[in-house]
């Protein structure tokens, strides 16, 4: 204790050379007393991560450049200490299996001084947190892989324990002893899921040990510049969640896109914690044909082709999960997950790996047609998957550019020909894209005006439509999902801001930042530098857009987001843009909301979809799970029962035979929602025609 305390005495110490040598000694031997055994007499010795001078001058550069650009101009001042402190540890211990009451207690002394810390580019006490947690990383994971080879005889799995899974507002262990015991409750789940898996002991004790022979390694090659980066990214996400530090050759780290270098699945990656997790799907990857994988999944382990063995990916670092993933186009890789909708348990998904072709995420359109109440309608949809543009061709002045709003107005003129009574635009999943072509795609279906504000600490501008001519001017439905994102919301809102017309689906994402990359002298800073405002002067962010007529929800709303993130910036309001409006919608609205809860209440499509998520929300409130094996299996039997029934009762209602298993249940959520939006549609098209509604 009284070395810890000398350790963590630092900035009152003695001079800076002998606080090195003091600071080497030190943390030589609080490592060494965590290292496994055995591993000193062969030589393997777990050395303390140490910084550098030029780290040093990076760190104040960063934080300079984040005070200078960032939209809120938070000081860093004792508040934003706090608040960095409090990130920093929950970075490197969200579970809080790692530190004790008394380590934090000692943390805590320093807790007020970060700010200063930072600003003198001063990181011993970074470091000096980073190497105890290096060290009771090395001690857990030691005592798993040394549990892992006896399990049969060390666990009991006749108790009646429970182990808690949410460990958000969990207290920390009130001592070394206590710490242990967790640890040794998280090895008997993990155990467990294996065997429900249907894993034999020996197998299990083969995965066990792989697995934390592998976590030993990665443990020992952590460095000083991943100490560093993980430090100074607590920093910058106490800005917001946006904010990031990428070291040099990094500089994709937060954001893997696999379809436009490599071979993958089509998938936007990021870390969360230990995991990784699966932000959004690239529309028409691979991951997204297949169906299997969702925003939201966090993949835990990585396997080559149908049969190769699955590595484990907890802990690894996102580029290496990401080699794992990559690979030759027309092979597979197979996922291991922790499915968004079931964090309780694990599925093995196999995918094809291919390169995204840009033309199969071009817009589309199809035309529906079909009869209601006597009447015969042609409905026109035009999906977009995305706002793209060829920047390159733009720039060169070419005049049919590739781009969303070309594409757009090329099959709004092939629907005219075919005389559609209506249009319906498809956003959902659509996480934006180019600005610019939010801007012009708003302009086919307005006269002119504004279509978005882009507001900085500085100064509000406008971006607008001043081109008179309208391509469309039926009746227009925009539908929209929880991960409709960006541009997607700029152009939902301009449409539900002008009276222009019909939202339907669920709250968008949320996301009404703007976010600049600026170069440093290593690395680079990517900092939120303004807000998205819609004509009315309200915000995106956060609140996304609402919904007209809201569906059943496809995706967790507490879990996928940006009001999931924590640190999002609040929503807010700026002044509204003077525009002219079509006139209001409202006595529409309220009708056609009468019709849908009225079909909602028997629609089969709906009531599944309505289950389900009720379901799924049902289980992500769970917070511990039995450790006891038989009452595992048995709450495992409960909930796949439950999952199996929803499924089978819609199969019923469409004539379709009974599934026995949940692992025969396919994904088909999103299609569901087409029936009711063309019926939705015609609705909307009858009342437009009764009110002679006009655009």
């Known amino acids: 204790m009284k070395n810890r305390m000398t350790l963590l005495n630092w900035k009152k110490a003695a001079p800076k050379n002998y606080l090195t040598k003091l600071l080497t000694v030190l943390l030589f031997f609080l490592l060494q007393s965590a290292l496994p055994a055995g591993a000193a007499e062969s030589g393997k010795e777990l050395s303390p991560v140490r910084h550098t001078d030029g780290q040093a001058e990076i760190c104040t550069e960063i934080v300079q450049n984040i005070q200078q650009q960032h939209y809120t101009g938070r000081p860093l001042d004792d508040d934003l200490s706090a608040a960095i402190f409090k990130q920093y540890l929950s970075r490197l211990d969200p579970l809080k299996n790692l530190f004790t009451r008394e380590d934090v207690k000692r943390f805590s002394r320093y807790k007020y001084e970060i700010d200063d810390f930072l600003k003198s580019g001063e990181l ?10 290096l060290a009771r990383s090395l001690e857990r994971t030691r005592y798993f892989y040394d549990t892992s080879n006896k399990w049969q005889e060390k666990l009991n799995f006749s108790k009646n324990e429970q182990i808690r899974t949410d460990r958000k507002d969990a207290p920390w262990p009130r001592d070394r002893e206590a710490m242990t015991a967790f640890w040794k409750k998280e090895l008997k789940n993990r155990i467990l899921s294996l ?13 066990l040990t792989k697995t934390y022979k592998s976590r030993l390694n990665s443990i020992y090659q952590i460095t000083g510049k991943d100490t560093f980066e993980t430090y100074m990214n607590s920093v910058a996400e106490c800005f917001d969640p946006h904010t990031q530090y990428f070291a040099p050759k990094k500089s994709e780290n937060f954001d893997i896109h696999m379809s436009q270098s490599l071979e993958g699945i089509g998938a936007v990656l990021q870390s969360e914690y230990q995991y990784t997790k699966v932000v959004r799907l690239i529309p028409a990857g691979p991951a997204d044909k297949s169906k299997k994988l969702r925003p939201g999944d966090k993949i835990i382990g990585v396997g080559e082709g149908r049969n190769g063995g699955m590595k484990d990916t907890v802990g690894l670092r996102l580029d290496n999960v990401v080699k794992l993933i990559r690979g030759p186009k027309d092979t597979f890789v197979r996922l291991k997950i922790i499915p968004a909708r079931k964090k309780d348990s694990s599925e093995i998904i196999s995918i094809k790996r291919d390169k995204v072709k840009l033309k199969e995420q071009s817009a589309k359109k199809k035309v529906v047609s079909f009869s209601r109440n006597g009447s015969d309608f042609r409905l026109g949809i035009i999906e977009i998957p995305a706002f793209y543009m060829d920047f390159d061709a733009y720039r060169n002045g070419e005049e049919n550019y590739k ?74 439905m925009v539908m929209i ?43 680079k800073l990517k900092v939120t530098s303004a807000k998205f405002f819609r004509v009315t002067g309200e915000s995106t962010q956060k609140h996304g857009i609402p919904p007209d007529i809201e569906y059943p929800h496809i995706y967790d709303t507490v879990q996928i987001g940006e ?73 495992q039997a409960r909930h796949e029962n439950l999952e199996l029934e929803i499924e089978n009762r819609y199969r019923k209602s469409i004539g379709k035979e009974k599934l026995d298993s949940v692992s025969d249940i396919q994904e088909h959520d999103e299609d569901l929602l087409l029936e009711p939006t063309r019926l939705l549609m015609a609705e909307f098209i009858h009342i437009a025609g009764e009110k002679d509604y006009r655009w």
């Open 124 to 133: 011993s006490f970074a470091f000096d947190v980073f190497n105890l947690y």
């Open 195 to 207: 065997k429900l898996e249907g894993n034999s002991p020996q197998e299990i004790t083969e995965t």
């Open 403 to 476: 781009s969303t709003t070309n594409d757009v107005a090329r099959l709004l003129n092939e629907l005219k020909d075919e005389e559609i009574d209506g249009l319906i635009i498809d956003l959902r999943n659509n996480g934006g894209g180019s600005l610019k072509e939010a801007q012009r795609l708003t302009g086919l279906f307005i006269k002119s005006g504004p279509v978005v504000q882009i507001k900085t600490k500085y100064r509000v501008t406008r971006l607008y439509d001043d081109d008179p001519a309208i391509e469309y001017t039926g009746p227009l």
């Open 481 to 523: 999902n929880r991960m409709s994102a960006s541009a997607s919301e700029i152009f939902a809102g301009a449409v539900k801001d002008y009276n222009r017309g019909i939202i339907v689906g669920t709250s968008s994402f949320g996301k009404g930042t703007v976010q600049s990359l600026t170069g440093l002298s290593t690395g």
């Open 563 to 635: 009001s999931s993130l924590e640190g999002a910036l609040p929503y807010d309001k700026t002044g509204s843009a003077p525009y002219n409006k079509y006139p209001p919608l409202d006595e529409c609205i309220d009708q056609l909301n009468r019709f849908y809860r009225d079909m909602a209440e028997e629609h089969s499509g709906l009531v599944y979809l309505t289950e389900k998520y009720k379901l799924a929300r049902k289980r992500h409130k769970i917070k511990s799970l039995p450790l006891n094996e038989t009452r595992r299996k048995e709450y």
